[in-house]
């Protein structure tokens, strides 16, 4: 299950980093959906920063950094997997 965390709004492809403006909360050790008309994959969430400070959280509101294993476009959504506990 996913839930929604986010958009993208840049990508440095030279680098291979997307921001993202958070509409939920995200922290290192997540594991993200991105989704958009070209774009679907996985991957945990290594490392966030903002302003160029490496974070372990950031929440709604806040705008972070991270490196991303495929390219992404701007307006992909982000999503945050859920684990289903019993």
Same mark, same amino acid.
């Given at each position: 299950? /996913?839930? %929604? *965390? &986010?958009?993208?709004?840049?990508?440095?492809? =030279?680098?291979?980093?997307?921001?993202?403006?958070?509409?939920? /909360?995200? %922290? *290192? &050790?997540?594991?993200?959906?991105?989704?958009? =008309?070209?774009?679907?994959?996985?991957?945990?969430?290594?490392?966030?920063?903002?302003?160029?400070?490496?974070?372990?959280?950031?929440?709604?509101?806040?705008?972070?950094?991270?490196?991303?294993?495929?390219?992404?476009?701007?307006?992909?959504?982000?999503?945050?997997?859920?684990?289903?506990?019993?």
């Amino acid at each position: 299950m /996913e839930t %929604k *965390v &986010g958009r993208v709004s840049h990508y440095y492809d =030279r680098i291979g980093v997307a921001v993202l403006d958070l509409s939920g /909360e995200l %922290k *290192v &050790g997540d594991t993200i959906l991105i989704l958009g =008309r070209a774009t679907e994959f996985t991957q945990q969430v290594d490392s966030m920063e903002i302003e160029h400070q490496k974070v372990q959280y950031a929440g709604p509101g806040m705008e972070v950094a991270l490196r991303v294993v495929e390219p992404v476009h701007k307006g992909d959504t982000v999503f945050k997997a859920i684990e289903n506990t019993p």
